[in-house]
């Protein structure tokens, strides 16, 4: 659920239990309480055109518990169009089939509330195949080690770093994001809960030894998304012409700014600088470092370099 959907559906979910608790709310929203109560701050200067207190929707949360004092009309919860309805109950059936999940059967009932209101549009999404990135080779492998609670030894390739590693991780959930596969597991090299990209796993086995990770270990909310930079790392701003368009899709981006005709702008962090002054070198006249400025001049210097060895190899 985003945001928006999350906000839309809050405040007929409110009229209906008047006296809620931000306990069983925040747990029925799967949120924290500290990002309910950062929702419920933004639905109190919404509302009306007019913007003066009665065109506004009014919401009682001060103490433990919230009440809806004025919806401003949104007390009910939206209608799905046939093509919601759908891509509802394909995103529900991914989720039904996903290993690890804690209660599948509450899943399943909605499945079945689903498709008895949309009819027709519930027949169009059986005929639809999901399918997550990456191999089927690793997707089934990682199922596997889930199912089994075994541990798992894989070569991944780091993109913030521009290397492949070999790690034993011990496997605690998978996780999809805009049709995208990931593992979150713990990582014993690093000694720490790392997301994994399956599209960048060259190899991986399950090994005989189950999967042990510290039972401590917290759930990561994923409402900020999965990728979380460390603020040691630098900003890097990405000029893309649209044959390099694909960068901003494939590299974690903190922003990504359309500049018309199809170039972009895309803000990213990096650990490691070296993978990006290579990245924009392979990419030519397609791609240049808006910032920062000592990346931009290490670029050009890299670019002098490689033209100075050339010229010299084809003088010999």
Do not use: N
Not at 27 to 40: G, H, I, S, Y
Not at 187 to 199: D, N, S
Not at 207 to 220: G, T
């Amino acid at each position: 659920m985003t945001p928006l959907q999350r906000l839309l559906a809050l405040v007929p979910y409110l009229v209906q239990r008047p006296g809620v608790s931000f306990a069983q709310a925040s747990a029925d929203f799967a949120v924290t309480e500290d990002r309910l109560r950062k929702d419920l701050e933004l639905l109190f200067v919404c509302g009306l055109p007019g913007q003066y207190p009665e065109d506004l929707i009014d919401i009682d949360f001060e103490g433990d518990t919230i009440t809806v004092i004025d919806p401003q009309g949104v007390d009910r919860p939206l209608r799905l169009t046939a093509d919601e309805a759908m891509a509802l109950l394909v995103a529900l059936r991914t989720l039904a089939e996903t290993p690890g999940l804690a209660d599948r059967d509450a899943v399943l009932s909605a499945m079945a509330k689903v498709e008895e209101a949309a009819g027709a549009a519930a027949r169009a999404a059986d005929r639809v195949d999901v399918q997550l990135e990456g191999s089927a080779e690793v997707l089934a492998t990682v199922r596997d080690a889930l199912a089994r609670g075994r541990a798992l030894q894989m070569t991944y390739w780091s993109a913030g770093r521009d290397a492949t590693t070999d790690r034993v991780v011990d496997p605690i959930r998978l996780l999809t994001l805009d049709g995208r596969g990931y593992l979150e597991a713990w990582c014993r090299t690093a000694e720490a809960v790392r997301t994994f990209h399956l599209g960048r796993v060259d190899a991986i086995s399950v090994l005989d030894e189950p999967a042990a990770p510290p039972p401590d270990v917290p759930v990561r909310a994923l409402e900020e998304g999965l990728y979380r930079p460390s603020e040691s790392d630098a900003v890097v701003t990405l000029g893309l012409e649209p044959a390099a368009s694909w960068v901003a899709d494939y590299y974690p981006t903190e922003r990504v700014e359309d500049l018309g005709d199809g170039r972009l702008a895309v803000t990213l962090r990096a650990h490691d600088t070296a993978w990006v002054r290579r990245l924009v070198l392979s990419l030519g006249t397609s791609a240049r470092v808006l910032g920062p400025d000592s990346l931009a001049e290490e670029v050009r210097e890299d670019a002098r370099r490689a033209l100075e060895a050339y010229e010299t190899g084809q003088g010999a």
